[in-house]
């Protein structure tokens, strides 16, 4: 993440010394805080602002999720639909173009605006119905692969799927911090108990809100 983009935690910090000390840098206080990656279920969230009837500002979102950490990277994981998906009867393929030029154009803005690892999987019709499929998946193996190399030592989740506990366990096993953010209404019991930490987003909407 760089820092024309978002705050870091290092914008909070004091440098200034008492007496004598010598200063310290701001590069040398950033490797000394604990090293952070944020795991976005973008779908999951979606929703979560739709039902709170408000717009997420992301840079919000992040520079309140990563105060006081080393912010090393944000993942944004979310379904795109496809032509096979298109329900003719419900709706124009103008309009059914349309959305999905404006969802590119938003996941586009994470990627080059905020720098946000974008992951994206075609959406599924199941059943009659539109599905993510392979989400969950691909969350749980980066927060892995990322944890088992090292790569943070604290990780937010944004997510409510109890599919994802095991990794959450494993990681906690391997002495990593999980901490899971969601909305009140968004989220599992048992989720909430396996986490280190949990975030109530419906508590700071202020914060996180356009």
Known sequence: MTEKNLKTS????NYNTRGGEEQSSPSNNILLLERLMIFIDGGNLFKCAKSEDIKIDFRKL??????????????????????????????SKELFEKNLNKQKSFLDSLAFDLNFHVVTKPLVVEEGKTKEKGIDVSMASDIIWHGLSNNYDTFVLISGDKDLMDCLIRMKDNGKRVIVANFESRISREVKKIADKYINLSEHLGEIQK
């Open 62 to 91: 992040v520079s309140f999720l990563s105060k006081k950490y080393n912010l090393i990277r944000v993942y944004y994981y979310t379904g795109v639909p496809i032509e096979k998906t298109w329900d003719k009867d419900k709706i």
């Open 10 to 13: 290092k914008d909070c910090t």
